[in-house]
């Protein structure tokens, strides 16, 4: 039985590997080149068979995927940034609609499609239906050099909200729980799940980075980040799973979590994990869809197929027009556009349902079809779309500015690449009157001050308050800044300086050489949000 499934496991990633470089001269998906290894190898062959074995390694793939897709793609502090905002309502409405669009061919409330789902079975079906791919969205936008642009910003924020809501909801209506859905059992699942998410916040934001760091500098050891981060994710899913979650919303979860760990130990994890799961477990894990493919569904009444793919379609559509044209957006069909930009998520909830028992192997191989049919043709769609739409000045970046924005606009920029070495600073001599007449300016609440000797400390305006303004002439600058705070190096990447001055609450921090600790100057949150708008105005 190992022997077979290390046979197994063997041709299904060498074929998948190659399929994908041949398939690759024709502009095809490399899920598309995976599913078809799948279809070769197992329904018109027979050589590969699923077995205990096989089904370990492609549960690894789920988690490990949905991980990446917390940890690279989604972005907490964005959705929370946009809740108050036109982005959010752009999203909600293009996910209610949608989903309530495809709950109609779903579930039976209102005509029975013979699909024989219960409501938490139709609930996430249609939400794999209404779910927009923001990996999708950002690939065209790049390849289109539209990222950074007006157009770029709304497409993406929105996708991102929309695709972090569908997704929760999705993970909801799978695991135990869905198995007996009442209202005591929502209320505790949701207290459950609350505790889940602020322990994985707690141990992701304040207990691993450290320890990594600690461990690395005592021990190292290669490659122990990478390992920790692995080991931290297999623990996660069992304590998803034992709450009555399905483990791959507890490795979301983390992957969520662990998306506001430092630039530099991104750069430690994410190439690794990527390699491991882009050589072996992704090329595995979608060849399985593949092999569960089937024409059963080929039984189902032709009018029932043909509703299954037109509601859903015309619900994502409206919906994101809708909710566009809501939020008064200039260009409504443009985003409603992007918006119907399906990936390889929705293949992988699909097997997750199917593995589940939530769906049958007929409604499985319908929807991976038609899945398969979005990801080839959604994208020269959007771009087609993106093309179209009329340039227009430069839109003001959401504040905060999101993370996973940052990292396409600033990625491999440097602290280095943006400071002034000659910008003059407020130095300790001056009197709080004369540092508030001649220094202070709109949009700056900190300031780095010098002596002859270098950096002293950071003044807060809100400092002032607490100081009469008849002593303002009386008082030296210095009695006033305060001396112990955080700093960057020259040599840090861009977004962890602004991660940096996020969690500390400062608009200004000082810069340091690494070898010799010298104070070389500042930056400011600013400084950072001029350089992306710059690179906006640029790639018009």
Do not use: C
């Amino acid at each position: 039985m190992l022997e077979h499934a290390l046979l197994s496991t063997g041709l299904l990633i060498v074929v998948a590997k190659l399929a994908e470089g041949i398939l690759q001269r024709f502009r095809l998906n490399s899920i598309v080149a995976y599913t078809a290894t799948g279809i070769l190898l197992g329904p018109v062959t027979g050589i590969v068979e699923i077995n205990s074995y096989l089904q370990i390694l492609l549960s690894i793939g789920i988690f490990l995927y949905f991980f990446l897709i917390g940890l690279d793609e989604l972005d907490v502090s964005a959705f929370m940034s946009a809740i108050h905002r036109r982005f959010f309502v752009a999203a909600l409405i293009s996910v209610v609609i949608p989903i309530m669009a495809s709950l109609v061919v779903t579930f039976d409330l209102i005509f029975d499609f013979g699909l024989g789902l219960d409501f938490s079975g139709s609930l996430a079906l249609a939400g794999v239906l209404s779910l927009t791919s923001l990996g999708v969205v950002a690939k065209v936008l790049i390849d289109a050099d539209r990222l950074r642009q007006p157009i770029g910003i709304e497409m993406f924020t929105v996708a991102l909200i929309a695709e972090l809501i569908v997704l929760l909801v999705i993970g909801f209506t799978i695991g135990e729980h869905a198995q007996h859905v009442s209202l005591d059992g929502v209320l505790i699942l949701l207290a459950q799940i609350a505790v889940f998410i602020v322990g994985t916040w707690v141990l992701a934001g304040r207990v691993i980075p450290p320890l990594i760091e600690l461990l690395e500098r005592l021990l190292r050891v290669p490659q122990l980040s990478f390992g920790l981060i692995l080991g931290v994710l297999f623990i996660a899913v069992v304590g998803a799973e034992e709450i009555g979650l399905h483990g791959s919303l507890g490795a979301l979860l983390l992957g969520v979590a662990l998306s506001r760990l430092p630039h530099q130990v991104h750069r430690d994890i994410i190439p690794g994990m990527k390699s491991v799961a882009d050589g072996f477990f992704v090329p595995l894990f979608f060849s399985s869809a593949g092999l569960h493919l089937s024409l059963s569904f080929t039984e189902m009444q032709i009018w029932t197929i043909a509703a299954l793919i037109v509601v859903p379609l015309v619900g994502n559509f409206a919906g994101a027009w809708l909710g566009a044209s809501a939020a008064r957006f200039e260009m409504p069909f443009t985003i409603a556009t992007g918006l119907m930009a399906k990936g390889v998520a929705e293949i992988a909830i699909l097997l997750v349902l199917l593995e589940n028992g939530v769906i049958g192997p007929d409604i499985f191989s319908l929807f991976v079809l038609i899945m398969l049919a979005y990801i080839l043709l959604s994208p020269p769609a959007i771009s087609f779309a993106v093309s179209r739409a009329k340039p227009r000045d430069p839109l003001p970046l959401p504040h905060p500015v999101p993370p996973s924005m940052i990292r396409f606009a600033l990625d491999d920029i440097t602290v280095g690449d943006i400071i002034d070495r000659n910008h003059p600073h407020p130095e300790t001599k001056l009197t709080v009157r004369e540092f508030a007449d001649q220094w202070v300016g709109a949009g700056q609440q900190d300031y780095v001050i010098t002596d002859r000797d270098g950096f002293v400390g950071i003044v807060s305006l809100a400092m002032l308050r607490y100081l009469p303004k008849h002593a303002w002439s009386d008082t030296p600058l210095s009695r006033i800044a305060r001396a112990t705070t955080p700093n960057t190096w020259v040599d840090e990447p861009v977004e962890d300086a602004l991660q940096l001055m996020t969690e500390s609450s400062l608009t200004a921090i000082p810069v340091l050489e690494r070898e010799s600790k010298a104070f070389v100057g500042s930056i400011t949150s600013q400084d950072v949000l001029d350089l992306i708008t710059t690179e906006v105005r640029g790639s018009r």
